[in-house]
């Protein structure tokens, strides 16, 4: 699970908000 969230981050800061929450 710390993997995603860091996968998520990573996605936050390429600017896909969206898709970070799609995959909350």
Request: avoid cysteine; aromatic fraction near 8%.
């Given at each position: 699970m710390?993997?995603?969230f860091?996968?998520?981050s990573e996605s936050v800061s390429?600017?896909?908000p969206?898709?970070?929450c799609d995959r909350i």
């Open positions: 710390k993997s995603n860091l996968f998520t390429e600017g896909h969206d898709k970070v």
